[in-house]
């Protein structure tokens, strides 16, 4: 297994607090990606980045913001967490090669209540 | 948005029998991947298809990528109740952009 750890694996939290998970690699990986996964829309891209400090947007990103200050952790960042924010979040990892494929972390269940 | 639209969204079949599912889309792709997810994990690798027409087997699993780049359907010869599992596919419009992934079919395979 790619080494890819994500915490807390899960967290019920409150409308309206702020809530960060972690993925943390030791692949040494360029490129990390933040995903949510929810029934009867599968993954949808939210942040990734290709670098230190090198981070854009995906088709998701409104209420999120990332911040990649090391090469093995990347942080999303939910700054005042919502209902509709309740989903399962999987960090994912690649090389950054041509068709490169990604590693998958177990994913994060959070409920925003 | 480029949208991957799989087909069927849910299958259940018995143990033994064969089975297709398909992933189509109006955009063109550089590379298509297939990934199986079980229940509590994320989403593993199956293959990776780049060419137009190009056919991949893996045991008991046939990949094909249609010849325009645009779809792609995994057949699976005498299921088996381990082949259950989530099967997303995903592509890339260019070598490096990120992947954009269907919404899955979900298959049980009965024994």
């Known amino acids: 297994d790619a080494g890819i750890t994500q915490s807390p694996r899960h967290k019920v939290t409150e409308t309206g607090t702020p809530v960060t998970l972690r993925c943390h690699q030791t692949e040494n990986h360029r490129y990390m990606y933040w995903y949510r996964q929810d029934p009867g829309h599968g993954l949808r891209l939210i942040h990734y980045?290709?670098?230190?400090?090198?981070?854009d947007k995906g088709e998701v990103s409104d209420g999120y913001s990332v911040s990649r200050s090391k090469t093995e952790d990347f942080l999303l960042t939910l700054e005042s967490a919502t209902s509709s924010q309740t989903s399962v979040y999987f960090c994912?990892?690649?090389?950054?090669?041509?068709?490169?494929?990604?590693?998958f972390g177990s994913g994060t269940q959070l409920s925003v209540l | 948005t480029q949208l991957l639209e799989q087909s069927p969204q849910f299958l259940s079949i018995q143990e033994g029998e064969n089975l297709t599912v398909y992933c189509n889309s109006s955009?063109?792709?550089?590379?298509l991947q297939w990934y199986r997810q079980e229940p509590g994990e994320g989403p593993v690798l199956l293959v990776t298809?780049?060419?137009?027409?190009e056919v991949k087997k893996l045991k008991r699993l046939t990949f094909q990528f249609g010849d325009a780049r645009k779809d792609s359907s995994l057949h699976i010869t005498a299921a088996q109740p381990g082949d259950t599992g989530l099967y997303l596919c995903?592509?890339?419009?260019?070598?490096?952009?990120?992947?954009?992934f269907g919404k899955g079919t979900r298959l049980s395979v009965i024994a």
């Open positions: 994912a990892i690649s090389r950054g090669s041509t068709n490169e494929k990604l590693f």
């Open positions: 298809v780049v060419t137009g027409g």
């Open positions: 980045s290709y670098g230190v400090k090198d981070t």
């Open positions: 995903a592509g890339r419009n260019s070598g490096n952009t990120p992947l954009v």
């Open positions: 955009s063109v792709f550089s590379s």
